[in-house]
């Protein structure tokens, strides 16, 4: 079983709407969540991280934790043909070292 | 700028070739990760230092993978007789402390011929 699992996608959604990506986690004991995003042929760039249960929000982005669920997820609000790229989840395991990530979900954003 | 910087970008080698790959922190993190991403996946943990000590290691990283961090400044990964299946991006990241994300650097690109 996968520590991080992640929708493939693609997910397609129009240029103005909302893009919702989702992740699930199987350690229970994960403290640290983190969002990045990779264009093709680069490497991952950090957009946002949650440390505690609910929402929080920076700009267009909007992450929500749900521990309980062991559920993370990432919002872009007004998404841009821009925001086109790969979507990865990590989660920091609970010996604080190991990061994991999820396979990431591929986001297009049509104009 | 990310505060890490990898080199080199881009490596071909023919298969059975030894290979080293620098990662070089611009700013102080006592944390350095290496981690190998395939296309389609998520990047994979290799191994950590915390300073010049290796701490961990994953499985993935055979014996013919080491790595070293001396003074714990800049590190270096070293593949002995590379196999087609090492053709992977290779990153370097950096982590400040326990609740601190990963900041990574451009990675290397490593394709076996």
């Known amino acids: 079983q996968k520590e991080v699992e992640q929708n493939s996608g693609p997910l397609s959604v129009p240029e103005g709407a909302i893009a919702s990506l989702n992740c699930t986690y199987s350690?229970?004991?994960?403290?640290?969540f983190f969002w990045y995003r990779q264009y093709s042929g680069k490497s991952p760039e950090l957009i946002m991280f949650i440390y505690s249960n609910g929402d929080k929000e920076d700009g267009r982005f909007t992450a929500q934790l749900n521990k309980a669920s062991q559920y993370v997820s990432l919002l872009i609000r007004d998404s841009q043909p821009s925001d086109s790229a790969t979507y990865l989840c990590a989660v920091k395991g609970d010996n604080f070292n190991k990061f994991y990530f999820g396979s990431g979900t591929k986001l297009n954003v049509k104009p | 700028d990310t505060g890490v910087s990898q080199d080199p970008r881009h490596k071909i080698t023919k298969r059975g070739q030894n290979v080293t790959f620098r990662c070089d922190p611009i700013s102080e993190h006592n944390r350095l990760y290496w981690y190998r991403q395939t296309l389609g996946q998520g990047p994979e943990f290799l191994t950590y230092?915390?300073?010049?000590?290796?701490?961990?290691k994953s499985r993935l990283l055979s014996d013919r993978f080491s790595a070293e961090r001396p003074k714990g400044s800049f590190s270096t990964l070293e593949i002995q007789r590379t196999e087609q299946g090492d053709s992977a991006m290779y990153l370097c990241?950096?982590?400040?402390?326990?609740?601190?994300?990963?900041?990574f650097g451009n990675g290397t690109r490593l394709t076996v011929t």
């Open positions: 230092f915390q300073n010049e000590a290796q701490l961990e």
């Open positions: 350690d229970r004991g994960s403290q640290s």
């Open positions: 990241a950096l982590s400040g402390g326990t609740d601190s994300p990963l900041h």
